[in-house]
């Protein structure tokens, strides 16, 4: 069955599972990686949950075979002669290629999936998000107040925008599924649509007017971007009619666990399923997974780590197939492990 199919039997599989009683997906462990001794920062996964990608504060980048956990390689990461954490790592949707992405660093890298030979390293300074459109070789960076447009294997900056959200920093960027819709969310809980690939803007609002509570650290479109959903550093999700223009809702979330130390760091952490009535999302505390259904209101959980918590996340809809990084402790000190699961749907 390929990604496509995957995908339908998953919007099937959850229809009319909105009414209460058992969740309407599981998921079972198929995979665990522990004592991890450097402070793992970034997870990316393939779309068809192959290869799970880690990078972490030293600046190595880790590839490994899904489900049995082997190496495939590891390559350390020099931008311009220096080396610097990994803050972000993104996987092409043919799966061909990675990106990582730094806070501080002056590039973004793109690697060869398969073998992690380096294949470009643009100059992108201050990356923070990064968004591949759905079926042309584009990834679309958030990088200062900007949105930058790069071919990630010739190494070509095709277009930017360098003050997309009016001098406010701009945390993350995502596509609609049939990549006419861009989505761009700022640190003040701005949230802009772009027409692609003209980059006009589509419309624009507030999703929150308070800095502590948003700080959007994932964000997410449905297929046709009619809905846009984005967490804030503490947790709390909201659901955006873009069409209205308007919060259809909001979801609470405690991402700080009593006697935890403060960590909200769940990247790249929210995915809907293809009919767009289905959010996933951190569970209470960042502990795990669970499935929201955005018409009702309804949550549903998913999965429960057996951590203190999860410092980032990466989902692949197609390959029903979830990432994690886990900490060791409650103040996300090492050793740390890598975690894949493997979402059941139950049927109807």
């Not at 293809?274 to 929201?292: C, N, T």
Request: glycine share 10%; charged share 20%; with cysteine.
């Amino acid at each position: 069955m390929g990604p496509r199919a995957l995908a339908l039997a998953a919007a099937l599989a959850l229809t009319g599972c909105a009414a209460e009683g058992p969740p309407p997906v599981t998921a079972e462990k198929v995979l665990d990686v522990p004592d991890i001794k450097p402070v793992v920062n970034a997870v990316g996964l393939a779309p068809d949950g192959s290869l799970v990608v880690v990078g972490d504060m030293d600046g190595d980048l880790i590839a490994r075979d899904v489900p049995s956990g082997a190496q495939r390689w590891q390559v350390r990461v020099h931008p311009r002669g220096a080396a610097r954490r990994i803050d972000g790592v993104v996987v092409s949707p043919d799966g061909a290629l990675v990106v990582t992405l730094g806070h501080d660093a002056q590039t973004i890298e793109a690697w060869q999936a398969a073998t992690g030979r380096q294949v470009a390293a643009p100059r992108v300074p201050r990356s923070r998000g990064a968004a591949f459109h759905p079926t042309e070789q584009t990834l679309v960076v958030a990088a200062g107040s900007g949105l930058t447009v790069v071919d990630p294997v010739r190494a070509e900056i095709n277009r930017t925008l360098p003050n997309a959200h009016a001098g406010e920093r701009v945390d993350v960027v995502a596509f609609s599924g049939d990549g006419r819709v861009l989505a761009s969310a700022a640190v003040d809980g701005n949230l802009k649509l772009w027409n692609w690939p003209d980059l006009t803007l589509r419309a624009s609002m507030v999703m929150s007017q308070s800095l502590e509570t948003m700080s959007p650290v994932s964000l997410a479109l449905t297929r046709d971007g009619g809905r846009a959903a984005a967490n804030g550093i503490l947790g709390r999700l909201h659901v955006m009619d873009t069409a209205g223009g308007r919060e259809e809702r909001s979801f609470a979330n405690v991402a700080e666990a009593p006697g935890h130390g403060l960590h909200a760091e769940m990247r790249f952490s929210l995915a809907f399923t293809a009919d767009g009535d289905w959010l996933f999302a951190p569970d209470m505390h960042d502990r795990g997974l669970r499935i929201l259904h955005v018409p009702n209101g309804k949550a549903y959980g998913v999965l429960r780590g057996d951590g203190p918590f999860y410092k980032a996340m990466a989902i692949s809809i197609p390959a029903s197939t979830v990432a994690f990084l886990r900490p060791g402790d409650t103040q996300g000190a090492g050793p740390y492990g890598i975690e894949v699961w493997r979402l059941v749907y139950r049927a109807k």
